[in-house]
């Protein structure tokens, strides 16, 4: 073991045998499809899959998402059905318009689904009107404008966010277009 330690390897007891994995077999994500990615993302956390959404997911691996925008109004995945539904999202680097309005969502989904999209290289405009959410949603989705200045455009019409919050977050989106504008001059 000390041989190991001057190779900087893991002690024998650390080391995982060749050909072995030690990640569960759904782990590794990274070479699935889209739609495997949801049904094991489902299955994990106990979630129905939504078939509408579902039906619209490449089932082959390396088959980009169909479209730039992902829409699921009126699909009603709700708070836990998002969640699957964000980890395909943190994959489809080409969607550049998400709209989740009437879909039962409170602000635990919407702090999922700003999670997902903190990070996306591609979307840039975000509906979550008519959905039940309020103060904890308006935080998450004035730190997703801050930590993800490509969203320009957001809408939030028939929610529970005060006047304060609404034009807090027109403003942090405003202000990503002009930065946008002004970078890419």
Do not use: W
């Not at 759904?26 to 499809?33: E, G, L, M, P, V």
């Not at 990615?37 to 089932?59: A, E, I, M, W």
């Not at 109004?73 to 009437?102: F, M, S, W």
């Not at 509906?127 to 969203?151: C, K, Q």
């Amino acid at each position: 073991n000390s041989f190991c330690t001057l190779l900087g390897m893991p002690p024998k007891a650390a080391r995982v045998p060749v050909g072995k994995s030690t990640g569960h077999a759904r782990t590794n994500k990274a070479h699935k499809s889209f739609r495997e990615v949801y049904d094991d993302t489902c299955r994990d956390k106990g979630v129905h899959p939504n078939s509408s959404f579902q039906r619209s997911l490449p089932d082959k691996k390396d088959i980009a998402f169909p479209g730039d925008v992902l829409d699921l109004t009126n699909n009603y995945v709700g708070d836990a059905g998002i969640v699957p539904v964000a980890a395909v999202l943190e994959r489809c680097h080409n969607v550049k318009q998400v709209i989740v309005a009437k879909n039962g969502l409170r602000n635990k989904g919407i702090k999922s689904l700003c999670l997902a999209l903190a990070k996306h290289p591609g979307v840039t405009s975000v509906d979550v009107s008519e959905n039940y959410i309020s103060h904890g949603a308006a935080a998450a989705l004035e730190s997703l404008l801050l930590e993800n200045p490509r969203i320009v455009q957001i809408e939030f019409s028939d929610t529970k966010l005060d006047v304060a919050e609404r034009l807090r977050l027109k403003e942090l989106a405003a202000n990503n277009a002009a930065n946008r504008v002004t970078v890419s001059s």
